[in-house]
């Protein structure tokens, strides 16, 4: 199994980005996903989640009205759109998997690195 996230980068303060996750070697649709962040010197938040058939999503607090999560199954791929970024947003952002939604997550990504400059 690899999830390949994609999209990081230095964005300003109120800017935007759009993160990718490509999935393979699972069943992706079968599949419930997310984000989960790490900041530096802080232990692992999570972020964002989307059901299998991108029927219902779950945002932390910290990031709900100004980020979106989607997937297209047919691309084996999950999205997170990221707007309004503020510095606190600065951290290593990891897709992961998990077969139901109440179970740890099983399958990780390396991450890629979002740092918002004020």
């Known amino acids: 199994v690899q999830l390949a996230e994609s999209g990081g980068g230095l964005v300003q303060f109120g800017g935007s980005l759009r993160l990718s996750c490509a999935a393979s070697g699972l069943t992706f649709s079968s599949y419930y996903m997310g984000w989960v962040r790490q900041a530096p010197g802080k232990g692992p938040e999570w972020v964002s989640s989307i059901h299998t058939d991108d029927s219902k999503t779950f945002y932390a607090d910290s990031v709900k009205g100004r980020f979106t999560i989607s997937r297209d199954n047919a691309k084996r791929t999950v999205y997170l759109q990221m707007n309004s970024l503020k510095s606190e947003d600065t951290a290593l952002y990891h897709c992961?998997?998990?077969?139901?939604?109440?179970?740890?997550?099983?399958?990780w990504g390396q991450g890629t690195q979002v740092t918002v400059s004020s």
């Open positions: 992961a998997a998990r077969a139901t939604p109440v179970t740890i997550w099983k399958y």
